[in-house]
């Protein structure tokens, strides 16, 4: 009975640790506001399309998505490059880390 109460506390330490783990990560990536690396959640979505997985040519991104990647922070996208999630949200990676260079030649995420 001892092991099983011990192993329970262990878990939600456990639980603790990896939770506070993610929203410190998330905390680091996310500037004020809300946004994600300096962008909103409708300037994402703007370019969605362009770096969506499924399709084997994607359209060029918007001019709405490039506009915001003008003022995005792309050394913050770098932390996202070899994310494994990003395919589970429909989202090719590779494509995205070309996204700023499709928008403006001179522009890379310098990761």
């Known amino acids: 009975m001892e092991v099983s109460r011990i192993a329970t506390r262990a878990l939600i330490v456990a639980l603790v640790v990896i ?11 996310n500037d004020e506001g809300g946004s994600l690396c300096g962008m909103s959640q409708d300037e994402l979505l703007e370019c969605k ?22 003022h995005a922070n792309l050394t913050c996208f770098c932390s996202f ?27 890379t995420a310098h990761c």
């Not at 399309?49 to 003008?70: F, N």
């Open 19 to 29: 939770v506070s783990a993610a929203v410190s990560a998330t905390a680091k990536a």
């Open 49 to 70: 399309p362009a770096v969506a997985t499924g399709s084997a040519a994607p359209p060029p991104p918007s001019g709405a998505c490039c506009a915001a990647l003008g």
């Open 81 to 107: 490059k070899n994310n494994k999630y990003l395919p589970m949200f429909g989202i090719n990676s590779t494509r995205a880390m070309e996204l700023p260079s499709k928008c403006d030649p001179n522009q």
